[in-house]
């Protein structure tokens, strides 16, 4: 009865099911090389291939990370990439007990036909990529695509999103990498939570009904999505209570509880406000480990703590376990501010 995903179908579930295990979460340390040249330079460092490396090196080595982060995400060049002192990044993980994973997805393009809305390049190829990455160490994979609340999002934009989602989803596990399915609802704009809302339930429902059809195993795979709440610029604001309300409302309504984890992003919502809104997901149980997979809420007093020196690495790694502790605990629904 067990749906074939080449032979691979015990080792995802326990893979999945190790990532998803209580009181810890995924630290997304994926950029893009451009997008981490964003980080570095909010702290004034050139974006150079040795910088990203002190900084990703900086995170993965912090003593004692392990107990609280289960997976992270790493960038191509991470995954191949060995510490200053010649450790490969990869053993660096393993050591830590936490599982290493690889952004697949080959970013945004504009979306011919669709009301300024984009779509999520990667999938030629990703046959041989996952093969391949999965034989550097990777265990897990990622492909972040996005869907526009003010721009539509048009029933295209939705329906290329949560296919391209399916694809890829379907491939990774051929290849033996638990996939990460992320159809992120972005933040921006005026609209309350209940549009939010609606959008949400949309694009999960589609997701998950191509994620049948191409006959995935829903015990291997992972879902981040964004939390319900109102778009960045409204005027009304909501409680943690009331996104918890919201986003685990539609969840139940569209995610079966096959499905072992919802590892949330942080979107751009503050690194407290995502660790009490994830702490208010779980004060009641769930169908599912509901749990963070977080990027700018771990990372943001990180680098500030850092600035790029040697001398401030203690402290920015102190910087990463304060956080990551916060939302291990917000995990169990045990943290207070
Ligand atoms: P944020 O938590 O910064 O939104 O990043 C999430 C993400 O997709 C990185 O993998």
Same mark, same amino acid.
């Given at each position: ?96 007990? /936490? ?56 029933? !295209?934009? /939705? ?20 996939? /990460? ?116 809420? !771990? ?21 990463? !376990? ?16």
């Amino acid at each position: 009865f067990a749906i074939k995903a080449a032979g691979y179908e015990d080792e995802l579930v326990k893979t999945a099911k190790s990532i998803a295990s209580p009181g810890r979460g995924i630290l997304a340390i994926d950029e893009s090389n451009a997008t981490c040249g964003l980080r570095l330079s909010s702290i004034g460092l050139e974006n150079n291939e040795t910088n990203r490396q002190a900084y990703r090196e900086l995170l993965l080595e912090t003593p004692g990370l392990g107990e609280y982060i289960s997976g992270t995400i790493l960038f191509e060049e991470t995954l191949y990439q060995s510490t200053t002192k010649g450790k490969k990044m990869v053993d660096v993980c393993n050591e830590q007990g /936490i599982i290493p994973g690889i952004k697949v997805d080959k970013g945004l393009v504009s979306l011919p036909g669709s009301n300024n809305e984009s779509w999520c390049q990667g999938l030629d190829g990703l046959h041989s990529r996952t093969a391949a990455y999965y034989k550097q160490g990777a265990r897990f994979a990622k492909w972040r695509t996005v869907v526009s609340v003010p721009n539509g999002p048009s029933e !295209l934009a /939705i329906k290329e999103a949560a296919w391209g989602l399916a694809r890829y989803a379907a491939i990774c596990q051929d290849n033996g990498l638990v996939p /990460i399915v992320e159809p992120e609802v972005l933040l921006d704009g005026e609209h309350g939570i209940e549009r939010t809302a609606e959008v949400a339930e949309k694009v999960w429902s589609t997701v998950f009904s191509y994620l049948a059809e191409n006959k995935l195993l829903l015990e291997g795979i992972l879902l981040k999505p964004s939390m319900v709440t109102p778009g960045n610029g409204s005027k009304v604001k909501a409680t943690p209570e009331e996104i918890a309300n919201y986003t685990l409302t539609m969840l139940k309504r569209t995610v079966p509880p096959a499905v072992p984890g919802i590892m949330f992003l942080s979107g751009g919502q503050s690194e407290v406000e995502a660790t009490l809104n994830l702490n208010a997901m779980n004060q009641s149980p769930n169908p599912w480990h509901v749990s963070f997979s977080y990027a700018r809420a !771990l990372q943001n007093s990180v680098l500030k703590a850092w600035k790029g020196q040697p001398e401030n690495v203690e402290a920015a790694q102190k910087a990463l !376990l304060v956080r990551a502790k916060a939302n291990s605990l917000a995990q169990l629904g045990k943290y207070s501010a």
